[in-house]
């Protein structure tokens, strides 16, 4: 059986979101929470072999954040000392299509080597990820753009 084909969509289930249509939070003012500017994104979809349904399950699926490079470096990821150093992003799995909805009620944080653990995703199935940004009052004031990408693993 074939791997399988993990794609984040809007939640129109028909745009795509990658380099061209990222999910963007706007700008973020120190000790608040941000959600995804937008409500396409509000949640992300994330589909394993959207309309094939051949492929194989996505087991074990965690959700995390990454840098742009790939790695784990910047504040966002890191934390301050005010949020007891864990990553600004936070995520959910609440609704799903083709599986058993997680119904996972709180946020925890994403990033690093921290993520959150959701259900597998059958083919032609999705979950409805909720993401936000809980930015401390301590972060840094002018270390450039907070950015990160969305993976699944």
Avoid at 59 to 73: F, N, P, Q, T
């Amino acid at each position: 059986m074939n791997e399988p084909n993990p794609e984040f969509y809007e939640n129109d289930d028909a745009t795509l979101i990658g380099p061209a249509n990222k999910v963007a939070l706007g700008g973020v003012t120190r000790g608040t929470v941000a959600e995804p500017t937008g409500a396409g994104k509000k949640p992300v979809h994330l589909w394993n072999d959207k309309g094939g349904g051949t492929l194989k399950a996505m087991e074990l699926v965690r959700v995390g954040v990454k840098d742009l490079s790939g790695g784990d470096a910047g504040e966002f990821i890191a934390g301050t000392a005010l949020n007891g150093s864990q990553p600004f992003y936070e995520c959910r799995s609440y609704g799903a299509s083709g599986c058993p909805d997680d119904g996972q009620g709180s946020f925890v944080p994403i990033g690093g080597t921290t993520w959150r653990a959701i259900g597998d995703i059958p083919a032609n199935a999705r979950r409805s990820l909720h993401v936000r940004c809980s930015v401390p009052a301590d972060a840094t004031v002018g270390a450039g753009q907070i950015s990160g990408r969305l993976v699944g693993a």
